[in-house]
């Protein structure tokens, strides 16, 4: 029976916000359209081929990007342009770092080695962000599936976040980082939580909030604006508090 991995319970605590700016990476989507109406952002063509050919994301016929939120009623309006951004914002996160590191430099990569195919979640389950069915699958094929709830809340760092959580369900070496079931919560009884923190090496909770913490302590500041290293600093401590079994001695402060 294929083991499912759920990506669930991490407490929302803010929305990004700030000036929006061309060069921003951390812009809403609601940002990225009010910055140029008329002339919205978009991922250019030779980023979405690659990105559907990284990532195996089967579209059908392609769409022009720059056209994605004038198209009403395709699929290029909402999800698939705000996964293809999400990728874009991966490959990108480390020109908002200082210090960035190997792991931040490289983190499209090291992504994209962990996953094959990004699907539609199609089950539908309320407050289902993401899951990886790389353990369940006979080939240990990598693959991801995203719910529509991920994409319904308007905040394209979390989006990023969900995509590094998932991608280190994939590491058969480490027994593909499974969660182990909460004790307490609204995911008691679930397999909704980490059994520890680790400052490096840990598993996809922990891998949460390294994202958080770098752009939290490293973010530019005329990349990252105050409220969202803010958000990244009380989400971090969000799920510090409540998606590990054994409480860690450590917060971001």
């Known amino acids: 029976m294929k083991r499912l991995i759920f990506t669930t319970g991490i407490l929302l605590i803010g929305w990004l916000v700030g000036a929006p700016k061309a060069s921003s990476l951390v812009m809403s989507d609601d940002e990225i359209l009010d910055w140029g109406r008329g002339e919205p952002l978009c991922v250019d063509a030779e980023k979405s081929r690659r990105y559907r050919l990284d990532f195996g994301i089967n579209t059908g016929e392609a769409l022009e990007e720059c056209d994605c939120y004038r198209i ?29 590191g190997r792991w931040i430099t490289n983190l499209y990569s090291w992504v994209n080695r962990r996953i094959d195919m990004i699907r539609e979640d199609q089950r539908g389950g309320r407050g289902v962000y993401g899951w990886n069915a790389t353990s ?11 719910g529509h709830y991920l994409f319904s809340r308007n905040n394209p760092i979390m989006r990023v976040n969900t995509l590094v959580h998932e991608a280190r369900h ?78 860690p001695d450590y917060r971001l402060r």
């Open 72 to 100: 009403e009623g395709t699929e290029c309006e909402g999800e698939l342009w705000q996964l293809l951004w999400s990728l874009s914002y991966i490959e990108d996160f480390h020109r908002a770092i200082d210090n960035p």
């Open 136 to 146: 369940g699958h006979p080939d240990h094929q990598q693959i991801i599936y995203l």
């Open 170 to 247: 994939s590491e058969a070496a480490g027994n593909y980082y499974l969660h182990v079931n909460c004790r307490e919560g609204p995911l008691q009884g679930r397999a909704g939580c980490d059994q520890r923190y680790l400052r490096s090496g840990g598993g996809a909770y922990s891998f949460s909030v390294y994202i958080y913490a770098w752009l939290y302590y490293n973010g530019k500041d005329d990349e990252v604006s105050p409220a969202m290293k803010d958000w990244a600093k009380n989400t971090a401590n969000a799920i510090i508090d409540n998606q590990f079994i054994e409480q």
